[in-house]
């Protein structure tokens, strides 16, 4: 088992990562992966009952990886922490199947009283870099989070969310399907090729009205009938 998930982190990042070369290169050169393995090891000794050392591993793992990873937390199946540096998801955090997380991503918790206090991440997730997701919310299948994002509600399947606080912002509907393609694939969670947060389009077009509306009375100002 623990090999075969092994051979899954390698072969998730080898597809998804087009600056991996080898398996090999994956093995001995990528953190994110480091992190996970060391995980599972915290993690089958919490399981046990050995909870310092569970607790020493992921220190561990922290030091070597700059990736922090309560022993606590549930990771699924081909996670991807891409470069990795500053990411920490608390005890109670859960993160589905082939979730993509960049750097200095925070899975935090807003409360200090014990139980379910960290975020639910569902399947075929992507946060991007400098997020933070916060409390015990549930980010839906396929959703996607952009960079530097502050999540404090929960994220419905298949919706795009930007900003500080995050708000939704409209993605193709090709993409909100159960399982997408990997043509469907948002770097950093963010779509780039838009105006990204709503508060800002809102503006803008409240600004675009505006100026209409003073080019109208300058114009009316200037007509004879003004006069």
């Not at 597809?15 to 090999?24: I, V």
């Not at 549930?138 to 404090?152: E, H, P, Q, S, Y």
Request: glycine share 10%; proline share 6%.
């Amino acid at each position: 088992m623990m090999f075969q998930r092994l051979h899954e982190d390698i072969a998730c990042i080898l597809e998804r990562d087009p600056a991996a070369r080898s398996a090999w290169e994956v093995l001995t050169c990528y953190p994110g992966l480091h992190a996970l393995v060391l995980h599972r090891r915290a993690a089958w000794c919490r399981a046990h009952g050995l909870h310092w050392l569970a607790r020493f591993i992921s220190q561990l793992a922290r030091f070597f990886t700059g990736i922090e990873i309560h022993p606590g937390a549930t990771m699924g199946r081909r996670v991807f922490i891409d470069h990795g540096m500053g990411v920490v998801i608390g005890e109670t955090a859960e993160i589905g199947d082939d979730v993509y997380l960049y750097h200095q991503v925070t899975l935090g918790g807003t409360s200090s009283e014990r139980g379910k206090r960290h975020p639910t991440v569902g399947n075929g997730v992507i946060i991007g870099a400098g997020a933070k997701v916060l409390g015990n919310i549930l980010i839906g299948d396929n959703a996607r989070v952009g960079a530097n994002a502050v999540v404090v509600q929960p994220v419905a399947a298949g919706v795009t969310v930007v900003g500080i606080p995050a708000r939704p912002v409209e993605r193709d509907p090709v993409q909100r399907r159960t399982a997408p393609p990997p043509a469907s694939f948002v770097a950093y969670g963010t779509p780039c090729e838009e105006t990204l947060d709503p508060l800002v389009r809102n503006v803008e077009a409240l600004r675009a009205e505006m100026l209409a509306l003073e080019a109208r009375v300058s114009a009316l100002q200037r007509s004879p009938a003004a006069e």
